[in-house]
């Protein structure tokens, strides 16, 4: 197969590479992201591969379809970037459910290490040879209460870290775990008691329509004073606004992100050479109490490996049988893994 790779990126080459020279594979790569005005780079390819900040929407789908592309491989989990409605019966679109949850989980502890700890501010300071402590006071995490939004893969995995550091841990999913609840340390409650009950709350569900701006001006006044805040899901389950007028006015007490809700133009490429256009995003980076991270979460190591391994073999399953356990299909109003591969 020919594949188009969209947003390529130097330390994808490695891993996918090798992963696609074993398996028959031909990765044509493309820095640009995929969207309405790069669509006919994919023409000639039996399939394109996109990433977190390509945009499929309905004009690119109609475009690929019109080129004879037959499928969209996800080198990532989250597919809220693809109109999988529109998609669904034209396109075949796979993805890989889960590479390395470690990688997130570990990422979203180390950033709420780095604030609480002060840890960046420390780091710059003993560059100039100032061990000064005023300023740099924290708290223990131990006895604190972490209200965990999504409790997937990522979210388990940071739930066992948390408990690790003597936490207590609130959780919240749609579909909860049957063997996770202990009744103790660790409770399934309502978002209104998660959202009154922690001093920290951490999100790993996944953007839809019933996500979107889940963190927001409401569901903030319900928090905790000085609430701390972690976000390496989507940026779009936080309202960017609301999230700044909660640390003016103090409400929030910090906040970790990874992800931004207009990232798509911004992450994964070097801006330190222009003007900053996006004043939210500046606003909030200016804040004393706020860290964000450029969507690296992801990136360990095993995690690319993972990835590139999924990819690929969805792609030779995909030319093999003409199907894949990892495609997704649009079900009435959600998309799912379509485990039977009858997709069409």
């Not at 780095?114 to 995490?141: E, M, Q």
């Not at 951490?202 to 000085?226: F, G, V, W």
Request: glycine share 6%; charged share 25%; with cysteine.
């Amino acid at each position: 197969m020919n594949i188009a790779f969209f947003d390529a990126k130097p330390y994808d080459l490695p891993s996918f590479n090798a992963h696609a020279q074993a398996n028959g594979v031909t990765f044509k790569y493309f820095e640009t992201k995929l969207n309405e005005d790069t669509v006919e780079l994919a023409r000639g390819f039996d399939g394109v591969c996109a990433f977190v900040n390509d945009t499929v929407n309905a004009a690119v789908i109609d475009r690929l379809i019109s080129m004879n592309v037959r499928v969209l491989a996800l080198r990532c989990a989250g597919f809220n970037n693809v109109d999988m409605k529109y998609a669904n019966g034209k396109l075949h679109v796979l993805r890989v459910p889960a590479y390395s949850p470690y990688a997130v989980a570990e990422h979203t502890m180390a950033l709420l290490l780095t604030s609480i700890r002060r840890i960046h501010k420390a780091y710059i300071r003993s560059r100039d040879f100032n061990f000064s402590l005023s300023g740099l006071t924290g708290f223990d995490l131990h006895g604190k209460t972490v209200g965990v939004i999504g409790t997937g893969r990522i979210g388990r995995v940071f739930i066992d870290i948390c408990r690790g550091f003597g936490m207590r841990v609130l959780a919240y999913d749609k579909y909860p775990a049957d063997d996770l609840a202990n009744g103790d340390t660790i409770r399934y409650v309502g978002l209104d008691e998660l959202f009154s009950s922690s001093d920290i709350l951490s999100l790993h569900c996944p953007l839809t329509e019933e996500t979107y701006h889940m963190i927001n001006q409401d569901t903030l006044a319900m928090c905790k004073r000085s609430v701390v805040i972690l976000n390496t899901s989507r940026g779009a389950l936080v309202d960017t606004e609301a999230l700044l007028n909660g640390i003016k006015s103090r409400q929030v007490g910090a906040a970790c992100l990874d992800v931004y809700e207009e990232e798509s133009e911004l992450f994964f490429e070097d801006n330190s050479g222009h003007i900053m256009e996006d004043d939210t995003l500046a606003r909030l980076i200016s804040m004393p109490n706020v860290i964000v991270t450029s969507h690296q979460a992801f990136l360990t190591e095993e995690a690319l490996e993972n990835i590139a391994e999924t990819t690929v073999q969805n792609l030779v399953h995909f030319a093999k049988y003409g199907q894949c356990e990892n495609e997704l299909c649009y079900r009435g109003d959600r998309a799912e893994d379509c485990k039977s591969g009858k997709c069409f």
